[in-house]
Each structure stands twice: as structure tokens, then as C-alpha cells.
């Protein structure tokens, strides 16, 4: 009898512990959870051309940014795709091509495979989350895009807890807040574990202006979370936006101390550099007191090991915010430079854009700044990211206008954003423009 994985396609091996253990680790990863990397070796020791276990280790090196070993991984299993289904064979394909960085090409053929076999849930993963291929595609209706996506496979998928995280998720970001949560609560009662479902969650209750909530519900979940795995840094930084709302500056910044500055957090580069400047800019930002020594030193460290160069246009808007606020002025005035002179980024020039106009704020020039990032903001859907992400961008807008004193400009913004949730913060920024 062939094997099958969790979603009823065919798996070509001989191994019932190969297919077991892939089974596992798939589970895993797609619930974002430590241990899929030992299953899949375990797989492959049972069976060293399973190819689709290949492929999914080179999948989850990838996340790890991991990429040389990706790559290596990705080869091996195109190696063997003669020797499996076309089904499988191009879901390895679609999958090496992200890792190759052709997202055009990979979504193209992502379309194609999803509407043959719409329950090939790692194929379907790749173009959903805010870094997926849909996210970094330079697209500003990417959130519609997901959305679209997913309501068109769900007549295949039933009460999935995968899946309904995804298309809770989608509507939550589209502001159907109410709906979205009922099926991410849904996913959740069906796997506790789903820590892209407490993510989802999380985003929910921000969405809604509920830091209350939000807190309450992120501090019960992620004790039962092990710290190495993916989003427990990113969650822990959740956790800390909410305590800031709620005016808790200090345990806000001893989250930060505990789970989220470089030396700690467990989360691949680019997900730990936006979590901790972005932290970091905010907490000057709305008020508080200053970085501690060495606070921004330590994240604009981790832009030089990882992201020393423009190119990678997430890791750009948020390497600019350490490079600004740590002084680092030449190194700003070069990420810049490097953006405006002819690298071709899906997102266009939003992204000098933003890195200008972080600058500027850096630098004490708010009307620059509020230039800058006032034209930018029309399309700041495009360079991906969640909403929670690219609001760090908005905020900064509105204290530019602020010092700058276009009070007007800042009072129109802030009353678009009250009359979609209530908000603290904005109700004492609306203030300072009477």
C-alpha cells in the first residue's frame, strides 16, 4: 500500500519510518515548531532518496537563511526527480525555485501546481505569511492576493488547522477582524501547538486595539513554546507592542532583554533584525527613555554580519532604523545610495524611500522626514510585512509631522487610524495637533 502524507497525496518511498517521520516534521514546520530538521534526517536515514524529504529539509534551511545548505539540499532532491510522480516533481521544483530566488517564476508555477493538487499544503506555503512570495512580490494588494488564493482552494480543505490559520490570518489583515479570529481560534482548538495560529491570533487582537487582550492571550500561550523555535522572538515582540500600548514600558523592555535582542532570540536574521529595531525606534519614538548603552550598537552589529549590503529590501527599511538611530550616518547615507543607484527591487523606490525618510528623523530633519515618508506611505503595502510591521513606518510619519508642525497632515492621518480602532497612543498624538 503506497504511503501518504497528512493531506492524501502519494509519497514515493519504500520506508513507512521515512514516511512517518516526514509526515512529523512536516507538521512541524508548518505549526512553526522545533524538531522538523531531526525528523527529516531520521527520514532520510530510512530512505536517502526519499526526494520530497529533500526538498523539505532544503525548505526549512531556507527559513533558517541557512542558504548554502538549502541550496545543496534543493539540488539533491532535483537529482531524484526522475524517479518520483509529476506531482511530486514539481512540487520540488516550485519549491527550489524560491530557494533560488526566482519568486516570479516559482509563484507562476505555484498557481499552476495548487490548482491541480490544491492540497500540497508546503507548495501552498510558499506564497502565504508576510515574507512569502506573494508578501515579497512587490504587489500592494498582496493581502487580497492571499485572501483570493485561499477562498478558492477552501472548498478542498474542510476544518484544517493549517489551513484555516492562513485564511484567518488573510481576513484579519483585510480588516475583517471578527471572522478571521473565529478561524483562527478554530485552527487553534485543533492544534494548540499552531504557533502561526497564536500568531495570527496576536495580530487580531492588535488589529482590533485590544492591547489588553492581546497581552492576556500571547503571556498564556507562549510558556508552553519552546524559545528555539521560530516565532517565539517575534511573539515575545507581539507581547511587548501590547505592553507599550498599555503604558508597561518596563516589562516591555525587559521582553526585549529577555527574547528578542540579537544576543538571545532563536529567529532566523531577518525576522530577529526587524523585531529588534523596530522595537528599539518605537520605544524612542513614543517617549520613553533612552537605549540603554550598546542596545543599538548590538542590532546594528547584526546588519553587518547579515545584511551588509543593500539588496534585500525587508532587511533594508529596518537596517536603516539601527544604522540611523546608532549614529552610523555614513553607513545610512550608503544603504541609501546603494538603494537609489540601480539595484532592481520589486518594490520599487518606496524602499530608498523609506530608508531617507528614517534618516532624516534620524538626523532631526522632520519635515524631510515627513516628506519622504508621506509619499511612501501610499504603497507601503508593497514592501510585505504585516500591518503591525510596517506601522513603525507610519508612526514615524506622524511624529515627523508633528515636530515638524504639519499638524494638519498629522491630524488627517491619525483620524483615518482612530476610526478604524481605538488607540491610546493616537488619541494623545491627535491632541498635540489642536
Known sequence: MPFEDRFGLALTTSSSAAAENYVRALDLMLSANIGGEALLDAALDADPEFALAHIARARLLAVQARVAEAKEAAATARLLSDRVSAREARHIETVALAIDGNGPRAMAMLEEHVAEFPRDALVLSLALGVFGLLGFSGRVDFHEAQLA????????????????????????????????????????????????????????????????????????????????????????????????????????????????????????????????????????????????????????????????????????????????????????????AQLAGGLHLAQGPIVPGLCAGAAAFARGDYALAADELGAALPQLARVGGSHAQREVFEDTFIAAALRAGHYDTARTRLAERLARRPSARDRDWLAQTQ
Not at 508552553?224 to 498599555?246: K, N, T
Open 149 to 336: 488564493l485561499l477562498e478558492r482552494l477552501m472548498p478542498h480543505w474542510d476544518e484544517d488547522w493549517w489551513f484555516l490559520t492562513y485564511l484567518g490570518w488573510a481576513r484579519i489583515e483585510l480588516g475583517d477582524i471578527a471572522a478571521g479570529a473565529r478561524e483562527v481560534e478554530r485552527a487553534l482548538d485543533l492544534n494548540p501547538h499552531n504557533a502561526y495560529a497564536a500568531h495570527a491570533r496576536a495580530h487580531g487582537y492588535y488589529e482590533a486595539g485590544d492591547a489588553e487582550g492581546g497581552a492576556r492571550f500571547v503571556e498564556g500561550w507562549l510558556p508552553g513554546y519552546d524559545r528555539r523555535s521560530q516565532l517565539h522572538g517575534h511573539l515575545s515582540w507581539h507581547l511587548a507592542l501590547c505592553e507599550l500600548a498599555l503604558g508597561n514600558a518596563e516589562r516591555a523592555r525587559a521582553l526585549y532583554a529577555d527574547a528578542i535582542r540579537p544576543a538571545v532570540s532563536h529567529a532566523p536574521p531577518l525576522f530577529n533584525l526587524a523585531d529588534s529595531a523596530s522595537f528599539l525606534w518605537r520605544w524612542q519614538l513614543y517617549g520613553e527613555s533612552p537605549p540603554l548603552n550598546g542596545e543599538w550598537e548590538e542590532v546594528a552589529a547584526h546588519v553587518q554580519r547579515f545584511f551588509p549590503r543593500a539588496g534585500m529590501h525587508f532587511a533594508d527599511i529596518h537596517a536603516i532604523l539601527a544604522e540611523a538611530a546608532s549614529s552610523d550616518d555614513p553607513g545610512a547615507r550608503q544603504r541609501i
